[in-house]
């Protein structure tokens, strides 16, 4: 079975509502249907209710950034699943860089919150990589795969199939420097093996896995050529219509 290619926009906290609806109708007129292909845009959670009617009919779809691993009750300032199927996300980011560097999310945090997402049907795109420091040690790949067992470890054999994870590492979010399309393959078949030991085969097959860090119209085709990449994940490009535009035509 092909694996589905997700080409995922994460606005991260940029963009107020007049450029939104710009970005969103240009995305709507530019980009065409295409099968095993799926993109989808991550806005902030304010946003959602806007973006969802602009994209009401489109085969775009929408996730949120991030969510509450609890469904209700006094978290002040979180956001619950349980909003977020109301509002019709159909994905939602889980334990990105930002969230576990500078909201010290651990690999236990990340798995409650991919659970309480899956209990609602909504599918958590978990976020996974190394920094800089980490894989000069050596060490990067332990630490991926002990943040990905942390997440099976949580959950229950029904929900493996709706994972999809994505191979971000910090040295290259934002920062310019792209993983070359080898360094991101090779660490996908990591990743693939990590999920084939903690779960199956044929789950490991079946699971969509994007590569995100610096991505732009100009490199998206190499990657996107990969054998183990399933899509990529995309943060400052996915602002730009033109780039975000190009990068899901290299598909
Ligand atoms: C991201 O935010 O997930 C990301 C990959 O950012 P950028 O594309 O800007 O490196």
């Known amino acids: 079975m092909a694996r589905t290619t997700i080409i995922a926009g994460n606005w991260k906290m940029n963009l107020l509502p007049d450029d939104a609806w710009e970005l969103v109708a240009g995305l709507k007129e530019e980009l065409v249907l295409k099968a095993n292909l799926e993109v989808a845009v991550f806005p902030q959670s304010p946003l959602l209710p806007l973006v969802s009617g602009w994209l009401d009919g489109s085969f775009i779809t929408y996730g949120a950034q991030n969510s509450s691993q609890h469904d209700s009750g006094a978290f002040t300032g979180e956001v619950s699943p349980l909003l977020l199927r109301t509002l019709g996300c159909k994905y939602s980011l889980v334990g990105h860089s930002e969230r576990r560097e500078l909201f010290g999310e651990t690999n236990e945090t990340v798995a409650a919150k991919a659970?309480?997402?899956?209990?609602?049907?909504?599918?958590?795109?978990?976020?996974?990589?190394?920094?800089?420091?980490?894989r000069e040690a050596g060490s990067h790949i332990e630490k991926i795969t002990n943040q990905i067992k942390a997440v099976f470890a949580s959950l229950e054999p029904e929900d493996y199939k709706d994972l999809v994870f994505a191979y971000e590492p910090i040295w290259a979010i934002g920062t310019g420097k792209t993983a070359t399309a080898d360094q991101a393959n090779e660490i996908h078949k990591v990743i693939r093996g990590q999920i084939k030991e903690s779960v199956c085969e044929q789950i490991a097959n079946s699971t969509s896995i994007l590569y995100g860090g610096s991505v732009k119209g100009s490199n998206a085709k190499e990657i996107l050529g990969q054998s183990d990449v399933d899509g990529v994940l995309v943060g400052g490009a996915s602002l730009q219509l033109e780039d975000f535009t190009k990068i899901v035509q290299s598909f």
């Open 115 to 134: 659970k309480a997402l899956l209990a609602v049907g909504i599918k958590p795109i978990v976020c996974v990589g190394e920094s800089l420091e980490e």
